[in-house]
């Protein structure tokens, strides 16, 4: 068996968090073109949306022990993004692991893989993103896996202490450098839809209010 156990990172800040309530993952997807997880992970428990610090796991095949051990580290906000490895089968979140995640005041869970226990994780409503339910699980096997380490998840790299954002869209993961600019960019973008649903109302056609390139007509 082989563990790579990792620090917890650093919690973002509660003030920055605070700024980052506006932002939602579909104004996110009009200008980035990275950090945007795939379809097939999508909120399938809960309703709204969460924002909080990563702390990541990796869990290969059909073992879920070392996801066991990190619900002790789980701090308030914290959102905990599981990769599978590739497996597609087996599900490490059921009734159990979600409760002892919102006990610890867990934001929501992530996970690149199916859940099972569907209507108990309803019953418990802790906000998680997957692909959705079925009956096989993970056993505690001792295989090993990785706590803090950076993971794939829906095709993006999340390190631990990253910044994600997840609603009814989909979930994407920012690093914390890319904050300030980003919070930037989401208010000016807020701003130019605000005019444009405006304009819209007082009886302005669409293709004047967006750039494009001119047509080209054939024939």
């Known amino acids: ?53 990563a702390i990541t796991v990796a869990l290969p095949g059909l073992d879920g022990t070392l996801l066991h051990d990190v619900m002790g580290h789980v701090r308030p906000g914290d959102v905990i993004v599981v990769d599978r490895l590739g497996d597609r ?14 006990v610890r005041g867990a934001a929501g869970i ?24 079925v009956s096989r699980t993970t056993r505690r096997l001792g295989l090993g896996g990785r706590f803090n380490a950076p993971v794939s998840v829906g ?7 990253d910044l994600v954002i997840a609603d009814a869209d989909g979930v994407v993961v920012l690093e ?13 973008r807020r701003e130019r839809e605000i005019a444009i649903v405006t304009a819209l109302s007082a009886g302005t056609p669409l293709v004047d209010l967006l750039p494009r390139p001119p047509l080209e007509t054939v024939g």
């Open 176 to 188: 914390p450098h890319e904050l300030e600019e980003t919070l930037m960019i989401a208010s000016q």
């Open 155 to 161: 095709g993006v790299v999340v390190h631990a202490g």
């Open 1 to 53: 068996m082989s563990y790579d156990l990792r620090p917890m990172p650093t919690v973002i800040e509660p003030s920055l968090l605070a700024k980052c309530e506006e932002l939602d993952t579909a104004t996110l997807g009009h200008w980035r073109t990275w950090g945007l997880c795939d379809a097939r992970v999508r909120q399938v428990i809960g309703s709204g949306s969460i924002r909080g610090t």
């Open 89 to 102: 089968l087996h599900a490490c979140i059921g009734g159990i692991v979600a409760r002892a995640a919102q």
């Open 110 to 133: 992530i996970v690149d893989g199916p859940v099972a226990d569907l209507a108990e994780l309803q019953a418990v409503g802790l906000p998680i993103w997957a692909h959705g339910p």
